[in-house]
């Protein structure tokens, strides 16, 4: 934890700086017309520069692309807890911790699926709370319950260790993966569970709570509409993420029986209705989930940049900006991945965020 008071304005002039370098529409448009390598040198040409120069040495192709994406995501990041201090360098760490939970699932999946280490490491983005060591441990254990095991005196290792009794019984990694979610999302708002604590009405601390209310309530809707579409016998309150405005656990288990009315729950509600409506137009048109998850994301993006436009020195535009550095990093990847497996320019389209 950091001491001494905080500093927003410095921060954020210095993300506004950050931000105006970010890739626009017209540059994904650009890089799917591009093999990796073409990629990698438009790349170069931006501000990635550093790291493909760095990584070109030991990796080319698909591999550069995406140590250099993973590099550079984290460098970013770890500069924003550099600038900060007081407050706001506690609430930017504690949002921060996304990443570890990012690790431990690709961590677990990649142990479930029997694959390389060195491929597992790929995906890695140290930005989070786990040093290097412990994650370099974690890509080299031999069963899900020895990475568990690794993770003793973190907080991640009683929600895991409570959910792999449920994994052994099932064989599905959805337990895990959701005990890594509510203890990331839940912890959010503990300082607005304290005892004594507040639920601001308005100012900076009021944007901060609704954009952490908001990564709930579209997790909670996401969770939700994949059960509706799955099919599967799963109950929906297991997992029901607490904090957000959208839904009730009743609601969601009444609500993931009927896949339309769900929808029609998510349109109707005040607060994201309008930011909602054309994701929901996509969601009712689509075959699958993925053009409404992409779209939901964007949506969330686009929830950010409002609230942080309100507060422009609250801790909402920074959050914003890191949504809008991961969507940043997602969609190259989503290209170089495309492009490496033969995907037409209108397919890898569908699976970027663009506003």
Known sequence: ??????????????????????FADEDYRKL??????GIARFMEESEYEREINALGARFSGVDLIEYALNRNLAKHFKDLLDWSEGRLYDLIAQYLRKFDVWNLKTIIRGVYTDADPEAIQTDLIRAGDIDD?????????DSIEDAIDVLYGTIYYEPLSAAYKEYEETGALVPLENALDREFFEHLLDGFRRPNSYEP???????YLEFLQAEIDFRNARNALRLARSGADLDPAEF?????????PGELSRLVA?????????????RYGDRLSVALDRLRE???LIQFEHAI??????????????????VSAVFSYILAKEREVENIRAIARGREVGLTESEIEDELVIL
């Open 133 to 141: 060591r412990t994650l370099d441990r974690l890509v080299e254990v």
């Open 297 to 314: 994301d964007a949506a969330l993006l686009e929830y950010s940049d409002r609230l942080s436009s309100i507060y422009p020195t609250s």
């Open 201 to 207: 009405q308005e100012g900076p601390e009021a944007m």
């Open 240 to 248: 029901y993420i607490e904090g957000g405005v959208l839904f009730d």
């Open 286 to 288: 689509a075959d699958s």
């Open 1 to 22: 934890m950091s001491v001494g008071a905080s500093n927003p304005e410095y921060v954020n002039a210095r993300v506004r700086s950050r931000r105006a370098s970010l």
């Open 258 to 270: 009927d896949y339309d009315e769900l929808v029609d729950h998510i349109a109707e509600n005040k």
């Open 32 to 37: 799917i017309r591009m093999g990796p390598s």
